[in-house]
């Protein structure tokens, strides 16, 4: 997730791909459309498992984030009720959240997921800021970890943007509902 700032807007034609560093058409790396349909894509991220959970661990370095992470589970359990749940010793964990420096996650990134290590990454550069934009980027991998990709609606928690949004758009919802039947 990208910092929002002028030189970045929504309008930018090409983007830089977040887990790829490489600069991307937008159509290749937004899937939603201007007119908030449901496009969800096939979810290259989806962490969810066989029984139809995203299972979460805290890191000891990212407990700085707990009330954020936890409202950002809110966000996403309002919707689906119990599909995201804390990791436990009688459940297996799908995904971990981990600080990570924005000098090993790159200075203008202030989230990233990884399917290929089952983490999702909050860049320190966020310890003590305002607690609506640090709620969106959790919010917001969270999503790509439940198999959404990054939207250009500003509107949407999805918008590949740090933002202060804090309620799924109907986009938002529609990619989840796509990319959880997918699953089950």
Known sequence: MIPYNETNNKNAHIVIDPLSSIPKAVDEWIIESPDDK??????????????????????VSAEVFSSEIKNAV???????????RKDTTKIVQDVKIVTKSSADLGQNINGRTSAVFNKIYIST????GDTK???NV????????????DSYLLSSIMY????????????????????????K
């Open 138 to 149: 959790i919010t917001h991998e969270l999503g790509h970890a439940l198999g959404l990709r």
């Open 133 to 135: 934009k640090i709620t």
């Open 160 to 183: 590949g943007y740090t933002s202060t949004t804090l309620s799924l758009s109907r986009a938002d919802k529609a990619s989840y509902d796509k990319a959880y039947r997918s699953i």
């Open 38 to 59: 449901d496009t969800f894509s096939g979810g290259d991220n989806i962490m969810i498992d066989g029984g139809g959970h995203l299972d979460y661990e805290v890191s």
């Open 74 to 84: 809110a966000i996403w359990n309002q919707y689906k009720s119990g599909v995201i």
């Open 125 to 128: 550069k966020l310890i003590g």
